[in-house]
């Protein structure tokens, strides 16, 4: 299903714009109140956005699931590219961040959870899924808590179906340390334009 068709079959559709609180504002807000937790005082840019998501085969996206979503940076682009009848469940750690999302993006595709990556498997479950077409990933694994990079690798490494891929952005290359021993292929990119430059691996689960 093309764009177009999907954004018609999904009318309801709506990102609040008069009242809408400032992404940029909302997002310094819990850098400083979670430093190590957000791990970036700036938000990805479109040419990030773009780089990571050219690779997802959408058409064939029934369950697309976001870790670490902050408030919504890659959340908007892939809804506009997700079919209408898929599904997008974000996961982030920061409770301001999901109400955030709740309140910003009015969308009967896009459910936003509060909680642990690690906890993927518990978390797609309580919502009738067993597998994800793909996961990204916005986490600042260098500053994560100890053995909570590895969790969310061999956690996510058994919720991607085969075929689909993991999804990883990040400002050092650290979070290689954490997918490699889980997954089948690894292939990384690098984006100069975003603040700091980012390193990008797409993570794939090959075909059985
Ligand atoms: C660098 S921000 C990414 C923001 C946004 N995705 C972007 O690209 O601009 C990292 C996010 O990861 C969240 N986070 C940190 N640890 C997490 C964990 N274990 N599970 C889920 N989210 C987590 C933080 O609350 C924060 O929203």
Do not use: C
């Not at 940029?24 to 956005?49: A, D, E, N, T, Y």
């Not at 459910?111 to 067993?130: C, L, N, R, Y």
């Not at 952005?169 to 490699?180: E, L, N, P, S």
């Amino acid at each position: 299903m093309n764009l177009s068709t999907a954004r018609t079959l999904k009318g309801q559709r709506r990102i609040a714009g008069k009242h809408r609180r400032s992404p940029k504002l909302q997002f310094l807000k819990g850098f400083l109140k979670h430093p190590r937790m957000v791990g970036s005082i700036i938000p990805s840019s479109g040419w990030l956005i773009d780089k990571m998501l050219g690779r997802v085969d959408w058409t064939a996206t029934k369950l697309f699931v976001e870790y670490g979503p902050g408030v919504g940076t890659f959340t908007r682009p892939v809804l506009d590219r997700l079919s209408a009848d898929a599904t997008l469940i974000t996961i982030d750690t920061n409770p301001d961040f999901t109400a955030y999302l709740k309140g910003e993006i009015d969308d009967d595709r896009l459910i936003a959870v509060t909680g642990s990556a690690a906890d993927v498997e518990k978390i797609i479950a309580a919502h009738g899924f067993e597998k994800a077409d793909y996961i990204l990933s916005g986490l600042p694994f260098s500053t994560l808590p100890a053995g909570v990079g590895e969790a969310i690798g061999a956690a996510t490494s058994r919720v991607v179906r085969p075929g689909g891929a993991f999804l990883v952005y990040q400002i050092t290359a650290k979070a290689r340390d954490f997918i490699v021993p889980f997954f089948e292929r690894i292939e990384r990119g690098f984006e100069w334009r975003n603040i700091p430059p980012a390193t990008l691996f797409w993570a794939w689960r090959d075909e059985k």
